[in-house]
């Protein structure tokens, strides 16, 4: 047999198998599963599911619920950008407590307060209202607050007013069933002598002082009793006292009333002469002592 036709048997190679990709990670997926023996942990609270770190902060732990946290979270969120107040303490200064009152409303100045006050019940005077906005300006009200204080106590001033006219009223009434029992049919005399004295010598003021049981002076029977004797006294001499003198019954009042009203620069025709007021309560006593003759 020649050399080209001769075989030689070679001992026989191992032949090596490459994997693919797919099949080396589905074996690593297969070991990993096989070699897990443990199933996952289930968290029983939602505080479980953050960070130990923040669970243990004081701002997490007082929450209970996460729509809790959640809420807070959105209103803290809102307020970013909005202008705060510090709250005042026993150490703050009166600078800070003034720096909370300008932040609450409070006007630069007590003139800058726009207050009304008016009330077809009791006089109020500006200048008491002008006291008052320089109080509110340093109590640190702002203008709805001075507002509101001054409204409530010029509803009490009118319904203190109010009460005081009822009272007076039933007080008359009372008086005048007094008297109307005493005098019987005398009455509507003895009353216009006592009112023409009493008017003739005393001041308005004076017939309206408050007496003991809540009663005005000019409306207590014993006094309207006491001034109708004076007058019965008074007549039997034919004197009748008006103001600071006696004057007998030949008194020319209508020349008197005339003087008065027709001087139109005097105090009568005047409102804002400070004798006005009295001048023309001593038109109005002329003309109850001229009707009483």
Do not use: C
């Not at 243990?56 to 007082?62: F, R």
């Amino acid at each position: 047999m020649s050399e080209q036709t001769q075989i030689t048997e070679q001992p026989a190679s191992p032949v090596e198998t490459t994997k693919t990709p797919t099949e080396t990670k589905q074996e690593t997926t297969t070991q990993n599963i096989s070699a897990t023996t443990e199933q996952p942990k289930v968290a029983t609270s939602w505080k479980e599911t953050i960070s130990e770190e923040f669970r243990n902060d004081p701002n997490i732990a007082k929450f209970t619920e996460i729509d809790a946290l959640a809420k807070s979270y959105i209103n803290a969120t809102r307020m970013i950008g909005t202008d705060k107040v510090a709250v005042p303490n026993q150490n703050s200064t009166e600078d800070h407590w003034n720096e909370v009152y300008d932040k609450l409303g409070r006007p630069e100045s007590a003139e800058k307060y726009k207050l009304e006050a008016k009330s077809e019940v009791v006089p109020i005077e500006e200048t008491a209202v002008k006291q008052f906005a320089e109080n509110a300006h340093k109590l640190g009200l702002n203008n709805k607050q001075a507002q509101g204080i001054l409204e409530f106590y010029k509803n009490s001033m009118e319904q203190t007013a109010k009460q005081t006219q009822i009272d007076a009223e039933t007080a008359q009434a009372q008086a005048q069933q007094v008297l109307r029992q005493e005098w019987g049919k005398s009455y509507d005399a003895n009353i216009q002598k006592a009112a023409s004295l009493a008017k003739a010598n005393m001041k308005a003021e004076v017939l309206d002082l408050p007496m003991k049981d809540g009663s005005r002076l000019g409306d207590n029977p014993d006094v309207i009793k006491g001034f109708a004797k004076i007058a019965d006294m008074l007549s039997e001499d034919k004197i009748i006292s008006t103001e600071s003198e006696n004057v007998n019954q030949g008194r020319d009042y209508d020349a008197e009333i005339s003087q008065i009203i027709n001087d139109k620069t005097g105090p009568y025709w005047n409102n804002t002469h400070p004798d006005h007021a009295k001048i023309v309560q001593q038109v109005l006593t002329l003309r109850e002592m001229q009707n009483a003759k």
